[in-house]
C-alpha cells in the first residue's frame, strides 16, 4: 500500500531554502525555535489588522541571526500596492519585537513578491473570500483557471476542495485540474499548500498543487 508523501519536504533540498537561518550551541537551540515562532507569530497577528489585509498574503517569514542582531524578512504577495506605508509598518512592528522578545538591534525588511497568482496561499484566500459571497465552488474554480493561464511558467494546475458546504448533509466534494502535473518527480518545482477552515456547516479542506 502507497504512502503519501508533502510535496514540500519531497523536494525541499533541491528547491526550497530554511525559514530560519542561524547557528547556535545545543543548549540555546530550543529557546531560539521558540523565539522564532513568537516572532512570526507576532509579526502575523499585528499585521492582520492592518486595512489592506485583504489584498494580499504573507508567503513566509524568513529569520537569520548574528551575534546581537537579528533580521526578518517577510515576504508578502500581493496583487495592491501595499508598500505605501512602508515606513509605518516595519517600525511598528520593530517596537513590538523590542518589547515582546526584548531584540533592540533588529532589521526588518518587507519584500513583496510579484504574480500574485503563482502561490497557492493567495488562491486559498481568494477561494475564501469567494465563497464568503456565496459564489457557487465551479465559478470560482473556472476564474482561477483563467487568472492562471495568463502566468506563462505554470505548467499545471490541480484543487481539490472536500468538506460541509452549502448546507448539504453529504460531504461536498470538488476536483479540477489543467495542465501537467506530475508528483512522482523532483525534476520540476511544485508549490503546495493545504487549508482547512471551519465553516457553519462543517470543515472545508482545500488542497492546491501548482506546477512550474
Known amino acids: 500500500m502507497g504512502k503519501k508523501s508533502n510535496p514540500l519536504s519531497f523536494r525541499f533540498i533541491k528547491y526550497y531554502n530554511y525559514y530560519s537561518i542561524w547557528f547556535c550551541k545545543k543548549s540555546y537551540y530550543s529557546y531560539f525555535l521558540h523565539e522564532d515562532k513568537k516572532i512570526r507569530k507576532l509579526i502575523k497577528n499585528n499585521i492582520k489588522f492592518l486595512k489592506f489585509y485583504i489584498y494580499y498574503e504573507i508567503y ?101 476542495i472536500a468538506g460541509k458546504i452549502y448546507n448539504k448533509e453529504k460531504q461536498y466534494y470538488e476536483y479540477i485540474k489543467e495542465g501537467l502535473i506530475s508528483l512522482q518527480t523532483i525534476k520540476k518545482k511544485i508549490y503546495y499548500n493545504i487549508y482547512k477552515i471551519k465553516t457553519k456547516y462543517g470543515i472545508l479542506s482545500i488542497k492546491i498543487w501548482i506546477f512550474i
Open 60 to 160: 513566509y517569514i524568513e529569520i537569520k541571526r548574528k551575534i546581537n542582531l537579528i533580521q526578518i524578512v517577510i515576504h508578502i504577495i500581493s496583487n495592491y500596492y501595499v508598500l505605501n506605508n512602508i515606513k509605518n509598518i516595519i517600525n511598528k512592528l520593530r517596537n513590538q519585537i523590542i518589547i515582546n522578545i526584548l531584540y533592540k538591534n533588529n532589521n526588518l525588511i518587507i519584500n513583496k513578491i510579484k504574480n500574485t497568482y503563482l502561490y497557492p496561499n493567495i488562491i486559498t484566500k481568494f477561494i475564501i473570500n469567494q465563497l464568503k459571497k456565496t459564489i457557487s465552488l465551479n465559478k470560482i474554480l473556472k476564474k482561477i483557471l483563467k487568472l492562471t493561464e495568463k502566468i506563462i511558467i505554470i505548467k499545471g494546475i490541480k484543487i481539490k
